[in-house]
């Protein structure tokens, strides 16, 4: 495994990783009775964070 591809897949699973964790966040904010809006603003980095990570993967992926 060469380097480009060795760091696209890092950053594909940290995106995953923060995908999975915001979406959590957000159901689990939800289902609670909590009525502050941090909770929601995290979820939505961590959402953002992934998907940008997922899209530079993906460059770096088809670039190769």
């Not at 609670?32 to 959402?47: H, N, T, V």
């Amino acid at each position: 495994m060469d380097l480009p591809t060795g760091r696209a897949a890092t950053v594909r699973a940290f995106g995953t990783i923060s995908l999975v964790a915001g979406f959590i966040t957000c159901l689990l904010t939800n289902s609670s009775d909590y009525d502050g809006l941090r909770p929601q603003i995290l979820a939505a980095f961590l959402i953002l964070t992934g998907i940008g990570l997922r899209i530079e993967a993906a460059i770096v992926d088809r670039m190769r």
